[in-house]
Nanobody, 120 residues
Framework: QVQLVESGGGLVQPGGSLRLSCAAS????????MGWYRQIAGKQRELVAS???????NYVDSVKGRFTISRDNTKNTVYLQMNSLKPEDKAVYYC??????????????WGQGTQVTVSS
């Protein structure tokens, strides 16, 4: 059984920084693309950043230059470094990974979500 466990959310002042981590564990054959989504209250979940197994990254325009996604393939872990945080970044952040197991091909898995609040 595959699990994605997130950590690193919390309360930060505008202009501050947070680092989110998400570790995948279980009987995995392959971990492909990984990413971070967020859901602002009352809105649909949106992709914030993604990274391929080879390290190619993609960001939503609103976070470009402020957020950095990275991954450690040896630990099956993806990170999101968030700098210059703004109140509008407040959301529940979810990690996502496409993972193949012995019983299924590549399919998406989700973390439980971690709250990020940006407020003075």
């Amino acid at each position: 059984q595959v699990q994605l466990v997130e950590s690193g959310g919390g309360l930060v002042q505008p202009g501050g920084s947070l680092r989110l981590s998400c570790a995948a564990s279980g009987s995995m054959l392959r971990v492909s693309g990984m990413g971070w989504y967020r859901q602002i209250a009352g809105k649909q979940r949106e992709l914030v950043a993604s990274i391929t197994s080879g390290g190619f990254t993609n960001y939503v325009d609103s976070v470009k230059g402020r957020f950095t996604i990275s991954r450690d393939n040896t630990k099956n872990t993806v990170y999101l470094q968030m700098n210059s945080l703004k109140p509008e970044d407040k959301a529940v952040y979810y990690c996502n990974a496409n993972i193949a197991t012995v019983t299924s091909g590549l399919r998406p898995y989700w973390g439980q979500g971690t709250q990020v609040t940006v407020s003075s």
